[in-house]
């Protein structure tokens, strides 16, 4: 399909353990973000990438979370040492670099931290 | 730094009522701004898009947001409501430079038959 992917779709583990998180964006599209959507509040911005450069971290919570990019193409959000407080849905999105920067956006992971 | 207000978490409509979900926005430079729509358990899907060209601007299934400077809002309408309509509707602004979305808190909208 031509639309951002991500997996797994659903993620549940335990506090403590690492986790990582994949999004496949749309080819071609220059920039990729990560946002997180907690149980009954909005989207939180993470991370911005720029090609596989990320000129943009200051939504990352703690230095539990990291991500890269590789070939201008997929990303991997790292969790850390997982906390119950890290359970929420991340979303992918992507889109060409230039203005208005319209967003294109992955169905999300689940991740259940018990 | 950029911000949305969506006014009212939850708004309620019967079928073929009018809907109108409210944003209202701060932008320190001149704003693009979004309408997304979740659906349970989907990801976000774009209704539309203002990028300073009509102050109008017309969605797909419907809808259409005004862009008012004066007021700084950018409310999210549609004629007459259907049963399809029902989901969580987010407003956002591009923040530049890498044009991250700063999104409201959401409304959920129920249509009532």
């Known amino acids: 399909g031509a639309g951002v992917s991500q997996s797994p779709s659903n993620k549940v583990t335990e506090k403590g353990k690492d986790v990582e998180l994949r999004c496949d964006p749309i080819?071609?599209?220059?920039?990729l973000y990560w946002y997180r959507q907690r149980l009954g509040q909005g989207l939180e911005f993470l991370i911005y990438?720029?090609?596989?450069?990320?000129?943009?971290k200051s939504g990352l919570p703690s230095d539990r979370f990291s991500a890269e990019r590789t070939g201008e193409s997929v990303s991997t959000l790292t969790i850390q040492r997982t906390q119950q407080e890290d359970s929420a849905v991340y979303l992918c999105?992507?889109?060409?670099?230039?203005?208005?920067?319209?967003?294109?956006f992955g169905p999300g992971t689940r991740l259940t931290v018990l | 730094a950029q911000s949305v207000t969506q006014l009212g978490s939850h708004v309620s409509v019967s079928e073929g009522a009018l809907v109108l979900l409210r944003c209202n926005y701060s932008?320190?430079?001149?704003?693009?701004l979004f309408w997304y729509v979740q659906y349970p358990n989907k990801g976000l899907q774009l209704l539309l898009k203002y990028t300073s060209a009509a102050t109008l601007v017309k969605g797909i299934n419907g809808f259409e947001a005004e862009f008012k400077k004066s007021e700084t809002s950018f409310h999210l309408t549609k004629p007459s409501a259907h049963m399809s309509d029902a989901a969580e509707y987010f407003c956002?602004?591009?923040?530049?430079?890498?044009?991250?979305?700063?999104f409201g808190a959401g409304t959920i909208l129920r249509v009532k038959s």
């Open positions: 990438f720029q090609g596989n450069s990320a000129p943009d």
């Open positions: 956002a602004v591009s923040d530049p430079p890498g044009n991250k979305l700063v």
């Open positions: 080819s071609g599209h220059t920039a």
């Open positions: 999105a992507s889109s060409y670099n230039a203005p208005p920067g319209e967003q294109f």
């Open positions: 932008s320190s430079v001149p704003p693009y």
